[in-house]
C-alpha cells in the first residue's frame, strides 16, 4: 500500500502560482511513475502530468503544457506540481497517483495509476 496526502491548494488570483506537494508513505516511493490529476464540478477527472520513477521524464496535459512543471523528491517522497499563469479554468481538486505498472501511465490513463490521493482544492478567481 501507498498512502497519498496532498496539500498546497488554495485561492490565488489568475496570474498567481501555486505550488502543491504529495507527501507518499509506505512502499518505496522511487519504485512508482507519478502522477498528478484535477477534477472540475460537474466534470470528469482529467490528467495534468506526470512523472517517471526517476524524475527524468514528464509528461503533460497541453492544457497546462508550458505553465505546471512537475517533479519529485525520492529522497523526501514527495512529488511537487508547481503551476505558473494560472487560469480560472484550473480551477478543480488535483489529485495525486502513484501507479506504473501498465505503460498507460505516461498518457494519463488513470487506469495504470494504482494508488490515489484526498485530493487539495485549487481555486483561481479572476
Known amino acids: 500500500q501507498v498512502q497519498l496526502v496532498e496539500s498546497g491548494g488554495g485561492l490565488v488570483q489568475a496570474g498567481g502560482s501555486l505550488r502543491l506537494s504529495c507527501a507518499a508513505s509506505?512502499?518505496?516511493?522511487?519504485?512508482?511513475?507519478m502522477g498528478w490529476f484535477r477534477q472540475a464540478p460537474g466534470k470528469e477527472r482529467d490528467f495534468v502530468a506526470a512523472i517517471s520513477r526517476a524524475g527524468v521524464n514528464r509528461y503533460y496535459a497541453d492544457s497546462v503544457k508550458g505553465r505546471f512543471t512537475a517533479s519529485r523528491d525520492n529522497a523526501k517522497n514527495t512529488l511537487y506540481l508547481q503551476m505558473n499563469s494560472l487560469k480560472p479554468e484550473d480551477t478543480a481538486v488535483y489529485y495525486c497517483a502513484a501507479g506504473g505498472s501498465s505503460p498507460g501511465w505516461l498518457k494519463g490513463d488513470p487506469t495504470s495509476y494504482d494508488y490515489w490521493g484526498q485530493g487539495t482544492q485549487v481555486t483561481v478567481s479572476s
Open positions: 509506505g512502499r518505496t516511493f522511487s519504485n512508482y511513475a
